[in-house]
Nanobody
């Protein structure tokens, strides 16, 4: 089970850190991803991190502003979001793929488990 948290309301230019805590499985065995879904839009890839944390990949829209990281000892993955923009407003989801390699996956269908989502609202 994946539990996402940390969302909230923030002004443009501000920062938030999302967390995704796992129970019942060791996250080190999984590729972890963050996705987001804005109202009326499809769910889109944001970032991913390999099981060891050594490989990360970002969508162009967040590159340089967001940082994905993980603490396998705490079984938690994070998404640090800086310089937030109104267009970052969405429900953010964490997801896990049963995969220990270093390749990245951006399609929602590639992920096996999903958290419930946490809402991020960026005001202008």
């Amino acid at each position: 089970q994946l539990q996402a948290s940390g969302g909230g309301l923030v002004q443009a230019g501000g920062s938030l850190r999302l967390s995704c805590a796992a129970s019942g499985r060791a996250l080190s065995n999984y590729l972890m991803g963050w996705f987001r879904q804005a109202p009326g839009k499809e769910r889109e890839f944001v970032a991913s991190i390999s099981g060891s944390g050594g490989s990360t990949y970002y969508a162009d829209s967040v590159k340089g502003r967001f940082t994905i990281s993980r603490d396998n000892a705490k079984n938690t993955v994070y998404l640090q979001m800086n310089s937030l923009k109104p267009e970052d407003t969405a429900v953010y989801y964490c997801a896990a793929r049963d995969y220990t390699g270093t390749y990245y996956y951006t399609m929602t269908s590639a992920y096996d488990y999903w958290g419930q989502g946490t809402l991020v609202t960026v005001s202008s």
